[in-house]
């Protein structure tokens, strides 16, 4: 929350109000495999590629997520089972709000 602030000052904003909240729904180990995944599965398309990619690339990709599928079920299930009764406790927590308003006139150029 610090880093947010911060950056957000830096940038021109006020922080007006912060909001730290017990998470609502527990995907941290989810998402992580998920992203994991994307990042080592070959794109199926992305403005960076020097060329569009065939269908043979597709066809990889959707091999690899289809075979994907169980660690991303067990990353659900432990999402579910031994970790949503943890999700909350003590003073860590992936959820917060910020309102924050843009002080035009303070605010520098594009970073």
């Given amino acids: 929350m610090a880093n947010l602030r911060q950056e957000l000052e830096a940038l021109g904003f006020t922080v007006l109000a912060e909001e730290h909240r017990e998470p609502s729904d527990t995907v941290d180990l989810l998402g992580a495999v998920w992203l994991s995944l994307n990042a080592v599965i070959p794109p199926d398309d992305a403005p960076s590629l020097p060329r569009p990619p ?29 970790l949503k009764p943890l999700a909350g406790r003590g003073k860590v927590s992936n959820a917060y709000r910020v309102v924050a308003r843009c002080d035009a006139t303070a605010r520098p150029g594009p970073r």
Wanted: hydrophobic residues 65%; glycine residues 4%; proline residues 7%.
């Fill in 54 to 82: 065939g269908r043979a690339r597709w066809l990889l990709r959707c091999a690899l997520l289809i075979a994907a599928v169980p660690a991303l079920a067990l990353a659900t299930a432990l999402d579910r089972l031994p």
